[in-house]
């Protein structure tokens, strides 16, 4: 009964580890998405700020 026990307690300890490491890669993996989508968000507002700057220049018909 005690190897059994001792066997479940090493596979749960493993399972463990394996989900704390799959935490910390998606943790991480958000992160640099947080991080592209940041940028690429500025970039579109730069690009609309300059679109709109473009607008009001053109002459009303």
Do not use: C, F, P
């Not at 005690?2 to 394996?18: C, I, R, V």
């Not at 640099?32 to 009001?56: A, D, F, K, P, W």
């Amino acid at each position: 009964m005690s190897e059994d026990y001792a066997g479940k307690y090493a596979e749960q300890e493993a399972n463990d580890h394996l989900l704390r490491q799959m935490d910390r890669y998606v943790d991480e993996h958000l992160d640099h998405v947080s991080t592209y989508m940041m940028g690429v968000r500025r970039q579109l507002e730069r690009e609309q700020e300059e679109l709109i700057g473009e607008r009001s220049r053109l002459r009303w018909e």
